[in-house]
């Protein structure tokens, strides 16, 4: 049996239910040669309904199968438990939560537009201009503002996701930068920096092979670019 993508135990919550229930169908599809019988996929879902109102549930479907000697269809276990567990308004709540939805509330803007666009495929909505409207207000005001700036706005809302995306990246590049050069623009001051008068002078150690070889010609130290001696005796 492949141990992948395991079901996690369900509780009863209707806002997981939907996903749930997809990761046990998912994983019946990988060990479709372990599970070849409808008790057998029916045994394994119930085994994860071990938390909450989901054990209570699944308590109750072993008692009826006591009674009747079988699971039944896996069809009509899959037709059950949405019945009892799945959001029925799966639309209205939809749209609810996109209204409320936040990127400040999701974390980052890559999670809020993933959920955005579950939200977004949920509603059935076929507004763009609904989209965009609750887009731009849960949007950072930061990023907001950038893209009502520009001279023409999108009109879809994959257009917005994209151009959030765009300056988000492009805040996040001034930001690194501006920590940059923060650092050089405060240089310690004259008084608590005690210089050694006698201290070697790196930029003229610096020089081009061109000014290195002329060096050489005239017979100059490649450090104090003076005659008499080399750059050893320094």
Known sequence: ELKVGTPVHFDGSPNDASRWLHSVIAYISINDRIYTSDDKKIILALLFMSKGSAATWAEAAYENTAELESFGKWKDFQADFKRTFVTKDIKA?????????????CGSLEKFNAEFRLLAHRSTVNSQGAFIEWYLRALHPSISTQILRMDKTPETLEGWIA????????????????????????????????????????????????????????????????????????
């Open 93 to 105: 709540t939809a749209i609810a939560k996109l209204s409320s939805l936040t990127q400040s509330g």
């Open 163 to 234: 151009k959030a995306e765009h300056f988000n990246v492009q805040n996040e590049r001034i930001k690194s930068l501006r920590q940059g050069r923060s650092f050089f623009n405060n240089p310690p001051s004259s008084s608590s920096c005690k210089c050694d008068p006698y201290a070697m002078d790196v930029d003229a150690v610096r020089l081009s092979p061109t000014q290195r070889a002329d060096y050489m010609k005239k017979g100059l130290c490649f450090v104090c670019g003076k005659h008499g001696h080399r750059s050893t005796d320094h």
